[in-house]
C-alpha cells in the first residue's frame, strides 16, 4: 500500500500553556477500549476523561535566548481545558509521531512488538507487525519515517512508498546496543540515542553507551559517549542552533551547539530532571513547542522548562508515568503523551513541530 506523508513546516509565537504542577492531562486509572489485537484494528472504544479542570498559575516567562526567541507573558495552563486519555490496555507505549499526511498518530508498542495508528477522535489500526520492537519515530523532511528498533539494534528508514532500508546498525565495526531515539534536521541531517535499554542482557559490541550523528551522505560519527550514562530522548530547537539529549540513568539534560553544518559540540549540562516541584528523576522522551520550550517526560509528569533553563511546571499524567511525547493533530496544538500501557493528549495554546 502506498503511504504519503509530506512534512508541513510553520511557525506560531505564543508561551506555552503550563504552570508551577497545575493542572492535568491524563488521570485516574480509567481506561478505555480494548487492547487490540495482531493483524486486526484496535478499538478505542471512545474517549474517557480523567483529571480535572486544569487551572491558571502565575509563572512567567521571559527573555529571549538562542533556541527560541521568547517575549515576557504569563504562563497559563486555564487554556488547556480537561485532559483526556484516549486508549489503555497496551503493554509499554512509545515513539508518538504525528504524520500530517495520514492525519494520524503513529506510536509503538515495544513489549507487543507493533506500530499503531490513531486517527483522532477514536480509530486504532495497527500499522506494522512485527516492528523490530520499535522505540522512537520521527518524521524526515522528504517524509521518511525513522525508525529505532530494539530486536534488530538498528534505524531503519521507510519510504512514502512503502519501501525499506537500514540508515544504521553498527559503528567501527561493533554492532549498535538498542537504537532509542531519533530527530532530523531540516537538511537531512539525523541525530539518535543507542542506550542499552531494549538489550540490557545482551548490549551491542560497540562499547559504550551514545549519540550519533548521520549527515545528509550517510556518513555515521558518534559525538557523545558515556560508560554509566543512558542517553534517551532527542530533539531540536525551533532555529536547529540547539540538540538536547536527554539521559534516563544520570537524570541529565544536556545541550549541544549545532554548526550550519549539522555537527554538535559542547553537551554542557542544560537542567537536571530530578528538579523543580515535586522532585521525579529520569528524563525520558522530550520534545520542543514552536518558542523553544522544552517538554521532559520524568517519573512525575511532563516538565517543561525556558529556553534559559527556568523550570516552568509540569502536566500531571495521572500515575501514569510518561515515556515520551510529540505535537499533533492539524493545529499542531494537541500534546499527545504516551505513559506506560496508555496513550494521553492535552490541548494546549502553543504550537509545536511535527
Not at 478505542?44 to 476523561?49: E, L, Y
Not at 533553563?309 to 492539524?330: E, M, Q
Request: charged share 15%; hydrophobic share 35%; glycine share 16%.
Amino acid at each position: 500500500m502506498t503511504r504519503l506523508w509530506p512534512m508541513l513546516l510553520a511557525v506560531a509565537c505564543s508561551p506555552p500553556p503550563v504552570v508551577d504542577d497545575a493542572g492535568t492531562a491524563g488521570g485516574g486509572s480509567a481506561t478505555a477500549g480494548g487492547t487490540g489485537t495482531a493483524g486486526g484494528t484496535g478499538t478505542a472504544g471512545g474517549t474517557a476523561t480523567a483529571g480535572g479542570t486544569a487551572t491558571a498559575g502565575g509563572a512567567t516567562a521571559g527573555g529571549a535566548t538562542a533556541g527560541g526567541s521568547v517575549g515576557a507573558a504569563e504562563v497559563d495552563l486555564a487554556d488547556a481545558g480537561p485532559a483526556v486519555l484516549i486508549d489503555a490496555g497496551f503493554m509499554f507505549t512509545e515513539g508518538p509521531q504525528w504524520v500530517p499526511a495520514l492525519g494520524s498518530l503513529l506510536f509503538t508498542d515495544i513489549p507487543n512488538n507493533r506500530i499503531w495508528r490513531h486517527t483522532p477522535p477514536s480509530s486504532f489500526a495497527l500499522f506494522r507487525m512485527p516492528s523490530g520492537s520499535a522505540n522512537g519515530i520521527t518524521l524526515a523532511p522528504n517524509g521518511d519515517l525513522i525508525i529505532c528498533e530494539h530486536a534488530t539494534r538498528r534505524v531503519s528508514r521507510t519510504q512514502p512508498d512503502g519501501g525499506q532500508s537500514v540508515v544504521a546498525d553498527t559503528f567501527n565495526g561493533g554492532t549498535l546496543n538498542s537504537p532509542n531515539d531519533a530527530v532530523v534536521r531540516s537538511d537531512g541531517t539525523l541525530y539518535f540515542t543507542d542506550p542499552t535499554y531494549g538489550n540490557m542482557a545482551n548490549p551491542g559490541t560497540v562499547g559504550t553507551r551514545g549519540v550519533y550523528r548521520v549527515a545528509p551522505d550517510g556518513g555515521l560519527t558518534r559525538f557523545y559517549a558515556t560508560p554509566n550514562g543512558q542517553p534517551n530522548g532527542v530533539t531540536l530547537s525551533p532555529d536547529e542552533r540547539i540538540l538536547y539529549v536527554a539521559d534516563s540513568q544520570l537524570s541529565t539534560i544536556r545541550r549541544f551547539d549545532v554548526a550550519p553544518d549539522g555537527t554538535p559540540d559542547g553537551g554542557q549540562l542544560f537542567v537536571m530532571t530530578s528538579s523543580g516541584a515535586p522532585g521525579g528523576g529520569g528524563g525520558d522522551g522530550i520534545t520542543t513547542d514552536d518558542n523553544g520550550f522544552l517538554y521532559v517526560t520524568t517519573s512525575v509528569g511532563v516538565k517543561v522548562w525556558r529556553p534559559d533553563a527556568g523550570y516552568v511546571g509540569r502536566i500531571v499524567t495521572g500515575g501514569r508515568a510518561p515515556a515520551n511525547c510529540a505535537f499533533g493533530d492539524a493545529d499542531r496544538r494537541t500534546l499527545y503523551i504516551t505513559a506506560q500501557d496508555a496513550l494521553l493528549k492535552v490541548r494546549l495554546n502553543v504550537t509545536g513541530p511535527y
